[in-house]
């Protein structure tokens, strides 16, 4: 599987301001037990230890794949937590020294949060809204293809909800924009695996444990999302695997009732993406830019004592 170094999956708009309660906030969709890392993890394990990859191609070539792009929606999220605590881009980093004396973050010390800035001055860590750890227990790897694919159900579909209630606690369009993207991409998932499910058991569980009721029309960051139908796609990360998904995502398969009408589709490479913002050094939190003419300074007086 191959992460994009220079784009992230989707275009992210500039925090209109620093708010590291807003940050604090989306790290639920990173660390929590419905996050991203939990995602990341689950697919990651399972594909590990897929039994009969020969016979079961299909269905290990989509958890494959959709554990790539999840690499890219951990990347997102916590871009998005790190821009949010940074606040609004700025054309070059702070000058003038570190002057601490007048305590210019005081107010970090009232985020709920607080270690995210004195761990790393506002960005991400593999840690929930209340700075609880990600952890292995919310792993599931039972080695039965059709309980794992069960369970991947259900955990997109937790995550969605999960998304939503994020989504509902931000105005920033930052954060909104992250959580518009990852509920769109995960109907993708839920459906992804329900449709596998179907295919290897004869059942629609869609039927019998349908996808939460979340109209994605009525959230303007996902309406783009709808219109340009990322809904009906999944992406193929390598340019020689993943093939093989297409058995599932595909044949004629339709997009989710609800979401706008076509056939579902496997898209050969990545998204297009977005840019990835460019946080400045900030000298008073000791995170500064890169500054060759000090690192050459060091590299010297190192090298005269190595003497």
């Not at 990859?53 to 959709?66: D, N, T, W």
């Not at 937790?158 to 509920?183: F, I």
């Amino acid at each position: 599987m191959f992460l994009r170094i220079d784009r992230l999956q989707t275009e992210l708009p500039a925090p209109k301001k620093k708010d590291p309660n807003a940050a604090a906030a989306l790290q639920e969709l990173l660390g929590g037990k419905y996050g991203e890392m939990s995602t990341l993890g689950n697919y990651l394990f399972q594909s590990f230890n897929f039994r009969s990859k020969s016979k079961l191609r299909p269905f290990y070539s989509l958890v494959a794949s959709i554990t790539a792009e999840e690499l890219g929606h951990v990347e997102l999220v916590s871009h998005g937590v790190a821009m949010l605590a940074n606040g609004p881009d700025k054309d070059g980093d702070e000058t003038g020294g570190a002057n601490i004396s007048g305590a210019p973050f005081e107010a970090m010390q009232d985020i709920r949060l607080a270690g995210s800035f004195f761990s790393n001055a506002g960005g991400s860590l593999p840690v929930n809204s209340n700075a609880m750890s990600w952890n292995a227990d919310m792993v599931t790897t039972t080695g039965n293809v059709v309980v794992d694919l069960l369970h991947n159900f259900h955990l997109e579909c937790g995550a969605r909800l999960h998304k939503l209630r994020v989504y509902e606690t931000l105005s920033d369009p930052t954060g909104r924009e992250v959580c518009g993207y990852l509920l769109v991409r995960g109907s993708v998932h839920a459906h992804a695996y329900a449709l596998a499910l179907k295919q290897i058991t004869g059942a629609d569980i869609t039927k019998v444990l349908p996808t939460p009721n979340i109209p994605l029309a009525k959230i303007p960051e996902c309406q783009k999302y709808l219109d340009e139908g990322s809904h009906r796609r999944l992406y193929r990360f390598s340019p020689e695997d993943y093939r093989e998904m297409a058995g599932i995502w595909g044949n004629g398969e339709q997009a989710l009732p609800g979401d706008p009408p076509g056939e579902l589709v496997v898209v050969d490479g990545p998204p297009e993406g977005g840019k990835i913002h460019d946080l400045t050094g900030t000298a008073s939190a000791f995170t500064p830019d890169y500054a060759p003419e000090e690192m050459f300074e060091v590299a010297e007086k190192l090298y005269k004592m190595s003497r």
